[in-house]
């Protein structure tokens, strides 16, 4: 499914009339929510776009929800409200920072702490959550958070992304800053969780530069091309959208791609040619073929 960006309802709702009565009624959440009852079918919770949600929607100035995850993000809000770590009122489709921090709260409450208590679902947290409430497809897994990829810290998942994302390119993928990092001030705090390297570019022509940003963006980063007039040696950003282990600060930089913006303070305009741009996606989205 292509999710299209903006949240205006007129054009969210043409575009669901196109997709057939089933994915319509699945997407239309704004009005109707049964709790579960006895007997009746579990829902089903698909975890990347619980995960999508997570990272679009909290820096969002309304309770806009994101195209097509509001179906799944509503039992996990009900879950977590049935365990008085959320209040009904914020029961509504959007994974905005209250569900941000009722999630960190019931993490913690399993013992989780730092990068594990960061408020989106890991695999084992959002299968606990929904015990007899739902039913979890499409986990996601960063997998061991002590891989390596050319000498830099990634995890599994960004691993075999960059790996993908290599093949597609005339040339090799080398990192000049790798994951679960804070010792770098520059990139405040994009680093310290998982699913965000740097890749250096010095050795490649401006072709070549767009060429990786467009192959990592189609493996399923939310990457750019930093340049000197934004304050950096050129090298490129990337972070691996729908990670579970993306810091705060990274997460908040999948919500300015999503919407095309740089992931950088000032919010600008994503700078990358058009004819190097793909459509939004994630690694597990984009394996499926
Ligand atoms: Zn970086």
Known sequence: MELPSGTDNHRTRRWLLTRGAATAAAVAVGSVWA?????????????????????????????????????????????????????ASAVDGHYGTSTITAYAAYQQSLGYTGIDANGLPGATSLT???????????????????????????????????????????????????????????????????????IGVSSLSTTQRWQLVKALRQVGFAAWLRTPDQGFAYHIHAVAVADPDLSKQAQAQVHDYYFGKNGLASHAADNTPSSYRVPFTWWEKYSRG
Do not use: W
Not at 73 to 86: G, S
Not at 172 to 195: E, F, K, R, V, W
């Open 35 to 87: 709790a579960p009852s006895a007997g009746a079918a579990l829902a089903t919770v698909d975890m990347e776009l619980v995960l999508v949600a997570a990272l679009v929607d909290p820096p969002k100035a309304d309770t806009g929800l994101t195209p097509g995850c509001g179906p799944h993000v509503l039992p996990v809000e009900q879950a977590l409200d049935a365990k008085n770590y959320l209040a």
């Open 128 to 198: 606990s959550l929904g015990a007899n409430r739902y039913t979890v497809i499409h986990p996601v897994r960063a997998g061991s958070r002590t891989e390596s990829y050319g000498g830099k810290r990634v995890n599994a998942r960004t691993k075999s992304m960059l790996a993908n994302a290599d093949g597609k390119v005339s040339f090799s993928i080398t990192l000049t800053q790798g994951s679960y990092t804070s010792s770098n001030p520059d990139s405040a705090g994009t680093h310290d969780g998982g699913g965000v390297v740097d």
